[in-house]
C-alpha cells in the first residue's frame, strides 16, 4: 500500500498574475513620500515582491499576492 502525501506546493503554479489583472487596484502600494526606506517590508514580505527603488520600496505587481503583510508592518503606514 501506497500514500502519496506531498503535492500541496503544485496549485501554487497555477495563480499567474497577468498585467491586466482585475484586482490590481486593490494591491498594495508605497506611499514614496512617507517611505522611510526602513527595508521592513521587504523582509516580511513571503513573496518577496518588494525591493528598493531609489532608496524608496517599490511592489512588483506581478509577484505581489495581496496579503497585506507589508501594510502591517510598516512603521510609518506608507503602504496602502
Ligand atoms: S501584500 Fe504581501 S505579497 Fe504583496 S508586497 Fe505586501 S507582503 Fe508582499
Ligand atoms: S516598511 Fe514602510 S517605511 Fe519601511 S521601507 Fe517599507 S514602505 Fe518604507
Given at each position: ?5 506531498g ?10 498574475v ?63
Amino acid at each position: 500500500m501506497r500514500q502519496s502525501g506531498g503535492g500541496a506546493v503544485v496549485a501554487d503554479k497555477a495563480v499567474t498574475v497577468t498585467k491586466s489583472h482585475p484586482a490590481k487596484e486593490d494591491f498594495p502600494v508605497v506611499d514614496a513620500e512617507v517611505c522611510i526606506g526602513c527595508g521592513t517590508c521587504i523582509k516580511a514580505c513571503p513573496m518577496k515582491a518588494i525591493s528598493f527603488k531609489d532608496s524608496v520600496a517599490w511592489i512588483n505587481a506581478e509577484m505581489c499576492r495581496n496579503c497585506r503583510k507589508c501594510v502591517s508592518v510598516c512603521p510609518v503606514d506608507a503602504i496602502h
